[in-house]
């Protein structure tokens, strides 16, 4: 599903997907995620807009089920809710910059957007984290967004797969957008908001029906990484020198 049909072709996307220093603009949206999955039922679990109240319960959740997430938090609610941040980072999640107030960044000027991110990239390294991967409110942003995340070192990320729980609020609904169907894979970069409390109340349910898909769950930093080492494998022509 979804499948290069080489580990050649699987280079040569890696090196259009993926950041090498000093190279253009680079995306890592749904099209991409996509045509690079089939990587042993890779699962990345993602949580936006926290952290909130219910993250501290989301995380007793994650650690019960020996899972580890990425987070993509906004720089005004990590301010509000640092201790939870600091847990975050203890236990072993990826921490990721979601900009400070969620705006719509097709609608703001380049300085207003580096604001945004340079406001939450500040938050965030004064707590000691320093994030990988940087995702626009609502998925939407413009050449000038890309730029500014890769001046930032940040890889601009998307997702797979979308379970839309702000708007989906019972359990059968959420699983029947992130559940495989019949003959498909559990695989992906899987998109949740920690926000929500019918998120978190079904968490353990979704995780648990995943993982007898065959999910294998990993943050989008070993997600990213596995396609790495698998590229610099012997006949992935040389696309092992590509660097995140």
């Not at 019960?64 to 640092?82: C, P």
């Not at 998925?139 to 940040?154: C, F, I, K, N, S």
């Not at 379970?163 to 899987?190: C, H, I, N, T």
Request: hydrophobic share 40%; glycine share 10%.
């Amino acid at each position: 599903m979804r499948r290069p049909g080489s580990l050649i072709c699987l280079a040569l996307l890696l090196c259009l997907c993926l950041p090498a220093p000093g190279h253009g603009q680079d995306i890592l949206d749904a099209p991409g995620i996509r045509r690079m999955e089939a990587r042993d039922n890779a699962c990345a679990i993602t949580f936006d807009d926290g952290p909130g109240k219910y993250t501290d319960a989301l995380l007793d959740i994650l650690k019960a089920h020996h899972v580890r997430a990425t987070f993509f938090v906004l720089g005004g609610n990590a301010v509000r809710h640092r201790q939870t941040l600091l847990r975050m980072a203890a236990e072993g999640h990826e921490i990721a910059n979601h900009s400070y107030d969620h705006p719509d960044f097709r609608h703001l000027s380049p300085e207003r957007q580096r604001d945004e991110i340079e406001r939450t990239e500040q938050v965030l390294r004064g707590l000691g984290i320093t994030p990988r991967f940087f995702r626009p409110p609502y998925g939407l942003y413009d050449a000038d967004t890309v730029r500014l995340a890769e001046q930032e070192h940040m890889v601009l990320a998307l997702w797979s797969v979308d379970s839309q729980d702000w708007k989906y609020r019972k359990l059968s609904e959420l699983e029947a957008r992130v559940l495989p169907g019949k003959g498909e894979k559990a695989e992906g970069v899987f998109l949740f908001h920690d926000i929500h409390q019918t998120t978190v109340n079904a968490m353990g349910d979704v995780l648990d029906k995943l993982a007898a898909d065959g999910c294998r769950f990993v943050t989008l930093g070993q997600w990213t990484e596995e396609l790495s080492q698998r590229a610099a494998e012997p006949g992935a022509g040389g696309a092992g020198k590509t660097k995140q």
